[in-house]
């Protein structure tokens, strides 16, 4: 699929899970307005872009379960506030609304503007579900996405950023890594090498036209052409 990128400065990509999810959201006034508990990904053209945040029990209640366990959950949810028709509808925030990012996200506007309830698109999917993808490749081994990593034009903000990676590995759940498999300067340093030996077998995959993925099937496909990176070296 022609036109992928794969930004890999670091300034200009952001790996979803380790520095978005679970962040505070705070608004122009400098009030809380709460957390980024998934993102919204919608797809055109093979491109995978970040159009949304989403927030409330509804986005973060499927993180924790799957299947019965999930519809259990989500129905006790909607059970609480029976006489609204969103209940199971997690709150949206456009990414445009977003000022900027550092240890946590910072909006442009109040919190009353935000975390409007909004039915998803069929082109849209939630981040926690592509990484929770098995990733199959022609050899025996088998992986999983960790993290997915996103190019964008400003390192500020969200605006324009496209999935331009996956992070992979046989072991493990999404943010499990801590962050010290991006960097080798990462301290404190005994921490970091007892980590990346860990995870030693986790790698990097651009996701590029040799790469498919199959959101029904929750299957990653990469084939002969698919170039797996080391995530860092060693100091």
């Given amino acids: 699929m022609p036109g992928r990128r794969d930004h890999t400065e670091p300034h200009n990509v952001i790996d979803a899970n380790l520095h978005l999810l679970d962040r505070q959201i705070v608004d122009s006034d400098g009030l809380l307005a709460g957390k980024v508990n998934d993102l919204e990904l919608t797809i055109e053209d093979g491109r995978v872009r970040v159009t949304g945040i989403l927030a409330g029990l509804p986005a973060l209640l499927p993180r ?16 609480l506030g029976v006489t609204r028709a969103d209940r199971l ?39 926690t579900r592509l990484t929770d993808m098995n990733v199959q490749s022609p050899g025996a081994r088998r992986d999983r996405v960790l993290d997915a990593r996103f190019s964008r034009a400003n390192e500020r903000d969200l605006a324009d ?34 980590v990346r030996w860990v995870h030693r077998h986790a790698r990097y ?4 036209e040799s790469v498919e993925i199959d959101w029904d099937a929750k299957v990653i496909a990469t084939t002969a052409r698919s170039q797996f990176r080391p995530l860092t070296q060693e100091p």
Wanted: hydrophobic share 35%.
């Fill in 64 to 79: 924790f379960a799957s299947g019965d366990r999930q519809r259990t959950l989500l129905e006790a949810w909607r059970m």
């Fill in 205 to 208: 995959l651009p996701y590029d």
């Fill in 89 to 127: 509808i997690p709150g949206r925030i456009e990414v445009s609304k977003v000022e900027c990012l550092d240890s946590a996200v910072h909006l442009n506007c109040g919190r009353d503007e935000v975390a409007v309830p909004d039915e998803p698109q069929p082109s849209q999917r939630r981040l």
């Fill in 161 to 194: 950023a496209e999935l331009c990676g996956l992070i992979v590995g046989p072991d493990g759940r999404p943010g499990s890594l801590l962050g010290y498999d991006r960097t080798a300067e990462h301290g404190p340093a005994p921490v970091a090498r007892f």
